[in-house]
């Protein structure tokens, strides 16, 4: 492996990986080249300013390589790439200086002729990667910093600049990052094995050309990376960084968060994209979800109340603003005993509720509820648990389905009936068709019948074949007019016997005047 570090202005170790059994065992353990290590650190990090990346052979023998992290103008570390020879090492040289520092010359042989034996034009490509990495890290920790006032919060951005890397090191090992280098001029193109691995294909499956990279992207996301080219060309600035969809080997699309430099020529045609390409599609998928859900949560027309761990308000959709008359910022914060009758928080209904919910995993009930302006009413309440993606409780849901007009429904039709079973006249309804769907003991008994022998029934078993003539003429006036009587209408009952009886009818219709019974 080649060495990876991660060095403060103070070369501090920050992050490393891979480092050479010759530097850990030998140059970095003993004092004396502990101290040549450190003196080679100094020289690279004095002389940066230079170029964009420097190489030096440290002064135990070694070639090294780095590039600076600089936020805001400011080096504040170190990325360093080694340790590796660019040409065979001189035996001999590395002999003496076992000798002189009493190393086991057999194993320092050994550990040196593992070092990796590198060309110069692989060292700068590798380079240049680094550098775009450096460039990476810069610029998250320069949108951070865009955030800290203070300079006891700049003394912080060491710390971000090592969270970072930590998680480039955590993406790219877990193959989440993808790194590209597209050279349309000199037709050199490269990309790292986890680029390919991150939309399913194997390295040799696709190629890297422009053409294929533009048609991995999603269709509706083709203008925006167009409009990305153009404005690379149009403007001083060549860097890119937005979101885009991928077609993966399967033929669904993947999110990823692309970010890198693009070299546009005179005639606005990229000739050079180089970048990172990181998987978001999880992240992406539940923020889409999550704005799902929020319509949803919004549109919805029952109330939806949530509460945390602690019974406290901290959502509340519109249907709730509407039915219960408090707008969401004035209810935040509070209990829902804030739309309790003083009866139902005297019963404790809450705590049973939470109790329920917490042996159970749902309480469901009746609620008394009064609104902001004093009105009562009515809620058939489910409430359910709110937990995270590990189960853990964070609160609860309470849907309120307000249930108000059918109480009230339920108390007339309970006045109805209980007015009409013992009235002593007769009362029936029947639907369009003239099947009965009530009708009174009265009613019923008149006729020789129990109210469930009629109910279905048609009325034409109260008539004979002739008396159903003045019926129908009274039928069609009931249709006209929506009413009709005192007329007397000739009647039959169960045993046949016929009788006469004074009746009053009338249409009953819907809130928009549609006949329903």
Not at 429 to 456: M, P, R, S
């Amino acid at each position: 492996d080649i060495v990876y570090a991660l060095l403060d202005v103070d070369n501090t170790i920050l992050a490393y990986n891979g480092w050479q059994k010759v530097c850990i065992d030998f140059h970095r353990k003993n004092p004396d080249t502990a101290k040549l290590c450190k003196k080679s650190d100094s020289y690279i990090h004095d002389n940066l300013e230079n170029g964009i990346f420097i190489g030096y052979k440290c002064k135990n023998g070694l070639m090294e390589y780095s590039t600076p992290i600089i936020v805001k103008n400011k080096h504040l570390a170190t990325l360093f790439f080694g340790q590796f020879f660019l040409k065979p090492p001189d035996l001999e040289f590395f002999k003496a200086r076992a000798k002189k520092f009493n190393f086991d010359e057999k194993e320092y042989i050994n550990a040196v002729n593992d070092v990796p034996i590198l060309k110069q034009e692989k060292v700068e490509k590798i380079m240049n990667f680094y550098h775009e990495i450096a460039i990476f890290i810069s610029s998250y920790c320069e949108e951070s910093l865009k955030k800290i006032k203070s300079i006891e919060k700049e003394k912080k951005i060491k710390e971000q600049i090592k969270k970072a890397n930590d998680r480039l090191n955590l993406a790219t090992s877990s193959g989440n990052v993808g790194i590209f280098d597209i050279d349309l001029k000199n037709e050199i193109y490269y990309a790292n094995d986890k680029y390919f691995k991150l939309f399913g294909y194997e390295p040799d499956e696709i190629s890297l050309d422009f053409d294929t990279f533009k048609n991995m992207v999603h269709e509706q996301d083709i203008p925006k990376l167009l409009q990305t080219i153009k404005l690379n060309y149009e403007t001083t600035s060549n860097l890119f960084n937005d979101e885009y969809r991928f077609k993966t080997k399967t033929g669904e699309y993947k999110w990823v968060f692309a970010r890198g430099t693009m070299d546009v020529n005179d005639n606005g045609t990229a000739e050079r994209i180089i970048g990172a390409v990181i998987d978001i599609d999880d992240m992406k998928k539940n923020e889409i979800a999550a704005k799902r859900h929020s319509l949803i949560f919004q549109n919805i027309t029952e109330s939806v109340v949530v509460t945390d761990t602690s019974g406290k308000i901290i959502d509340f959709n519109e249907a709730s603003e509407k039915i219960l008359g408090w707008k969401k910022e004035e209810i935040l914060g509070k209990t829902p005993d804030v739309f309790h009758t003083k009866e139902i928080i005297e019963k404790n209904i809450l705590s049973t509720a939470v109790n329920s919910v917490l042996e159970k995993g749902f309480w469901q009930g009746e609620i008394e509820f009064v609104n902001k302006s004093g009105v009562h009413g009515f809620f058939d309440v489910k409430v359910v648990p709110l937990k995270n993606q590990l189960g853990e409780m964070l609160g609860m849901i309470g849907i309120n389905r307000d249930i108000t007009g059918q109480k009230k429904a339920k108390r007339e039709i309970l006045k109805f009936n209980t007015i009409a079973n013992n009235a002593n006249y007769g009362v029936g309804i029947a639907d369009i068709k003239g099947d009965l769907i009530y009708i009174n003991n009265y009613f019923a008994e008149i006729h020789g019948y129990t109210v469930q022998e009629l109910l279905g029934k048609n009325l034409s078993i109260f008539h004979t074949e002739e008396q159903l003539i003045n019926v129908h003429q009274l039928n069609n006036e009931l249709v006209a007019t929506g009413q009709y009587g005192p007329s007397e209408v000739w009647h039959i009952k169960k045993d046949g016997t016929e009788f006469p009886m004074l009746m009053n009818g009338v249409i009953i219709k819907d809130e928009t005047g549609i006949p329903l019974y």
